[in-house]
């Protein structure tokens, strides 16, 4: 058997056991979905947007609006082999990914193609901690349906490569204890994760999820940018959004409207995307919409704070460029208390060379930042400060997450196997080490708020002081959960849609109950 014909084989069981998948209908022509009206507009077809469409596509009508394209069919997005490419091939308009340096001047990236970030991250998959599902109020079962649900359709277990075998013994050599082997519960100790990646290297990212929903009641527009929502004339109800295409070519502005009765628009377009959504529609702080000359709906002073990046260092640990294949993180070690979570990459360089780094970041720092907008345009990125170390306390956890990471790179286990014989000096001492915190902190691309619980959404993710309209995504986020976010956004927007589903059966037993048999208003006590 050819090596070709076994991999068509294996990639044939793979979606046999994941189930089989007609996806929805797609479009870049904003004609063809303009002056319509949809039980549901979805403003970003990222990590929390797809499962979320998918589930409310069970009953209603749904159009996603995306303003970056197709992730299928893209190898930069689907094979493994190319992982982190995307992040070096960026543009203004059309990339799968979109960079911005924050005002603290560290590079970063977001997603912008159908699927989000979920298209261009390791694809580590990882639950949250139930102390964190505690704390959002989230209902237990139903949170551990929703993962469940995400994890049968895009979730694998990993075949460890040597480099990921290597590593996983260097963190147990430095006390990332017990060994919890294949592992998608957040526990202490050193693991091996969940992939999107299958076994033939295809990542599946969350687009794929809008297979699994009812694809004839799903919508999707690509290359469309989101300007704004539409309110009625009391400035009180979500109507539907503005949108124009994203690659600039034109500045026409559309419209496409929500189900009259109870349409809901819903921002699911994460941390950066659906702060200056609403600020840009007239929510947020006065004095900030003012500058711009924005409108104001409602006076909401949080929009855009209690932003915060989780600060980290990474360590080169080998000592010079070289042609390794390319490999997402495989494995993970959660210090006690979760404090700390470590993992490691090969990374390309540029499109010959690779390094491999080893990665930790501070699960809970204490620094928060800001988001506010550069301009009116909605295709340029808002201006966003996560103060970096900003507190006491990150810039102490910093100085003992480096000590950690010293350890792993200086294992037994890990210099053997990188051939390293005279390693520089360890950094020691409070001021050293401060100094190369300060200097060397860079994001592990897990920024969250924007649009906290509590301050700017409800518990049911609806924005204060207008109706039918939600934020349900990484912004609604007080801290990132798990040793990566990407599973418990996955798994928000399943449980905030079977949520929304029950919640229209709600609605609609009540109008029933109201109504005579004959359809006249039942009599009122």
């Not at 409310?56 to 992730?71: C, H, N």
């Not at 094979?79 to 979109?98: C, H, M, N, P, R």
């Not at 929510?283 to 003012?290: M, Q, S, V, Y």
């Not at 350890?407 to 196997?417: I, P």
Request: with cysteine; aromatic share 10%; charged share 25%.
């Amino acid at each position: 058997m050819s090596p070709l014909v076994f991999i068509f084989i294996i990639s044939m069981l793979i979606n046999l056991s994941h189930g089989a998948m007609q996806m929805p209908y797609m479009t870049s022509d904003p004609r063809e979905v303009s002056g319509k009206s949809f039980d549901y507009i979805v403003v970003g077809g990222g990590t929390a947007g797809c499962s979320l469409a998918a589930t409310l596509s069970e009953k209603f009508s749904v159009l996603v609006i995306e303003r970056g394209g197709s992730p299928f069919g893209d190898p930069l997005v689907e094979e493994k082999k190319y992982f982190g490419y995307s992040l070096l091939k960026t543009d203004e308009y059309s990339s799968v990914a979109q960079s911005f340096t924050s005002r603290d001047g560290v590079e970063n990236y977001r997603g912008r193609v159908l699927g989000g970030s979920s298209a261009i991250n390791g694809g580590f998959y990882s639950r949250a901690s139930e102390e964190f599902v505690k704390k959002a109020g989230w209902d237990k079962d139903m949170v551990q349906e929703s993962y469940k649900w995400v994890e049968s359709k895009v979730v694998f277990m990993p075949e460890l490569t040597q480099w990921q075998s290597v590593v996983q013994f260097g963190f147990l050599e430095a006390g990332f204890y017990p060994y919890n082997g294949y592992n998608l519960e957040h526990t202490q100790g050193t693991k091996i994760g969940g992939s999107i990646y299958d076994q033939c290297g295809k990542r599946h990212t969350s687009a794929d999820l809008l297979g699994f929903g009812r694809p004839n009641h799903i919508t999707v527009l690509l290359n469309a940018t989101v300007k704004s929502v539409i309110f009625d004339g009391s400035n009180t109800r979500a109507v539907g959004v503005r949108f124009m295409k994203s690659d600039g070519s034109s500045s026409k502005s559309y419209k496409v409207h929500v189900e009259k009765r109870r349409g809901e628009v819903i921002l699911t377009a994460g941390a950066l995307g659906s702060p200056q959504i609403l600020l840009l529609s007239g929510i947020g702080p006065e004095d900030h919409l003012n500058d711009l000359n924005i409108p104001v709906v409602v006076n909401l002073r949080d929009v855009g704070r209690r932003m915060s990046d989780n600060p980290a260092i990474s360590l080169l640990v080998d000592r010079f460029s070289q042609n390794r294949t390319l490999e997402p993180p495989q494995v993970a070690a959660i210090a006690e208390g979760y404090k700390y979570i470590l993992e490691s990459e090969v990374l390309p360089t540029n499109i010959t060379t690779t390094r491999i780094s080893i990665a930790a970041k501070i699960a809970f720092p204490k620094s928060r930042g800001r988001l506010k907008l550069n301009s009116t345009n909605p295709r340029e990125n808002p201006s966003v400060k996560f103060n970096y170390l900003g507190s006491k306390e990150d810039l102490e956890a910093c100085l003992e997450m480096v000590l950690l990471l010293q350890h792993v790179a200086r294992s037994e286990t890990v210099t053997f196997y990188l051939g390293l014989q005279n390693r520089e000096k360890l950094l020691a001492g409070d001021e050293e080490l401060k100094s190369f915190c300060k200097d060397n902190v860079r994001t592990y691309y897990h920024y969250h708020g924007g649009c906290v619980v509590g301050s700017v959404v409800d518990e049911d993710y609806r924005v204060s002081g207008v109706r039918r309209l939600r934020v349900v995504d990484g912004s609604t986020f007080e801290e990132s959960p798990g040793t990566n976010p990407m599973a418990t956004v996955l798994m928000l927007g399943r449980y905030q849609g079977i949520k929304m589903l029950k919640e229209r059966e709600a609605e609609k037993e009540g109008d029933e109950s109201f109504l005579s048999p004959q359809g006249s208003p039942q009599p009122q006590p």
